[in-house]
């Protein structure tokens, strides 16, 4: 079993809905969570952090934990075709311990 | 935000030399850095993890030998690919966390062995 899964897309969305990203985790110990974005032949970007259950909002972002279900989502809302890209999720466990999922290709169609 | 820097950010070299890539926080001091390589459409693995001041832990699979991490300071670590070949052509980057649970990126660098 994978330490971080994602469903890898594409996921496509028309310019103005929200885009739903999702990822499960299989470790409970996870402590720490986060959204990275990835353009093509670029390097990932963080985009949100999230540490605690509930729901974390920046801008049009949301991020989404549910540490019962091992599962932390990213919404964007009024999405727009700058926000096609590929969607990491991390997790971190122990001191250094980061996984990453293999990612969510987005596409927002104008 | 946090900046970390990288480089060279292109790089072209021939079979059997030396590359040294440099990465530096540049506005944090990092307590730990991080190297990734990926290939094209394919997701970020990890290579080694590296703490200031002692020698890095390899990931299963990554010949310390070949890619030599040095750590030397709270805001500079540097890898170089040893006799390199045209397989180790790939897109480097490298990450780096202050005391705070977020891992920041460097822009990357792209390596071409001919």
């Known amino acids: 079993q994978k330490e971080v899964e994602q469903n890898s897309g594409p996921l496509s969305v028309p310019e103005g809905a929200i885009a739903s990203l999702n990822c499960t985790y299989s470790?409970?110990?996870?402590?720490?969570f986060f959204w990275y974005r990835q353009y093509s032949g670029k390097s990932p970007e963080l985009i949100m952090s999230?540490?605690?259950?509930g729901d974390k909002e920046d801008g049009r972002f949301t991020a989404q934990l549910n540490k019962a279900s091992q599962y932390v989502s990213l919404l964007i809302r009024d999405s727009q075709p700058s926000d096609s890209a590929t969607y990491l999720c991390?997790?971190?466990?122990?001191?250094?311990?980061?996984?990453f999922g293999t990612g969510t290709s987005l596409t927002v169609i104008p | 935000g946090a900046v970390v820097s990288q480089h060279p950010s292109w790089v072209i070299c021939k079979s059997g030399t030396s590359v040294k890539i440099e990465c530096r926080s540049l506005d944090f001091q990092a307590t730990t850095m991080f190297w990734y390589r990926q290939f094209p459409k394919q997701s970020l693995m990890l290579m080694a993890t590296?703490?200031?001041?002692?020698?890095?832990?390899?990931e299963q699979g990554v010949e310390k030998d070949k890619f030599l991490i040095n750590h030397a300071s709270l805001t500079l670590s540097t890898l170089t690919v040893t006799s390199a070949h045209p397989e180790d052509s790939s897109f480097y980057i490298c990450s780096a966390r202050a005391g705070t649970y977020e891992q920041y990126f460097g822009p990357g660098t792209r390596l071409t062995v001919t």
């Open positions: 470790d409970r110990g996870s402590q720490s």
């Open positions: 590296s703490n200031e001041g002692s020698k890095a832990t390899y």
């Open positions: 991390a997790v971190l466990r122990g001191g250094n311990q980061f996984y």
């Open positions: 999230i540490y605690s259950n």
